[in-house]
């Protein structure tokens, strides 16, 4: 099983540049997540959505946007980025309130 | 937000039972008691969680106070593989969207 997939898994991105996090996932989970973690630190979580069309900000969502035009995809779109924004960031998936699949991680560098 | 306290770090040896304990003090009647787990340049993976009762599955079991403030998860042989950050996380009851990762406990083991 493939579970979520992520790309790219690593990127290093230019000040003021944008770019797309592509997460897949297999499981026809309904909810899926985008979590960041700084190094040391535990994961905040960014955006969700509980399917697709329908999203909502997490904890930390500045500098952020998702959509979610199906069950499988969730890209996270990073606008202008900055190097606050230097990170690992991880998608996952669950049904409804049950447990999380996560991805391996896409690990950004904003220099 | 109810919260969840660990250690910072805890050590064991190979082959011998590892608890790792978690304070939840201000849980709610029906928040579920989570725990997962990191790998070194890993995504989260799901360990165990619980409501009330004492839960078991292959890869740990979990005993909860009957208070409900405090809960162990318990490795019954641990392995170097076991070697990860064991995060205590409670999802808030009606929160999809809020399982909150705090620092989590860095488990070392010895062969």
């Known amino acids: 099983n493939a579970g979520v997939t992520q790309t790219p898994k690593f990127r290093i991105l230019k000040i003021g540049q944008s770019m797309t996090l592509q997460c897949t996932q297999d499981m026809n989970h309904n909810y899926m997540y985008w979590y960041r973690q700084d190094p040391g630190m535990g994961l905040k979580l960014i955006y969700y959505?509980?399917?697709?069309?329908?999203?909502d900000k997490g904890e930390v969502p500045n500098g952020y946007n998702v959509s979610r035009s199906t069950t499988e995809d969730f890209p996270l779109r990073l606008e202008l980025a900055a190097p606050s924004q230097t990170s690992v960031y991880f998608c996952?998936?669950?049904?409804?309130?049950?447990?999380?699949?996560f991805g391996e991680g896409s690990w950004l560098t904003v220099v | 937000d109810a919260k969840t306290t660990q250690p910072n770090s805890m050590e064991s040896n190979e082959e011998e039972p590892v608890h790792l304990p978690c304070n939840h003090s201000t849980i709610s009647g029906t928040d579920y008691i989570h725990w997962y787990r990191q790998l070194p340049s890993q995504g989260p993976e799901y360990v165990i969680h619980?409501?009330?009762s004492n839960v078991n599955n292959r890869m740990a079991s979990l005993a909860i106070a009957e208070d409900r403030k405090s809960s162990t998860l318990i490795l019954h042989r641990a392995t170097l593989r076991d070697a990860a950050v064991y995060y205590c996380?409670?999802?808030?009851?009606?929160?999809?969207?809020?399982?909150?990762f705090g620092a989590g406990t860095r488990l070392a083991v010895h062969p």
């Open positions: 959505s509980v399917g697709a069309g329908i999203t």
């Open positions: 996952a998936s669950s049904y409804t309130q049950g447990h999380r699949e």
């Open positions: 619980g409501l009330t």
């Open positions: 996380i409670l999802l808030l009851s009606g929160g999809y969207n809020k399982l909150i």
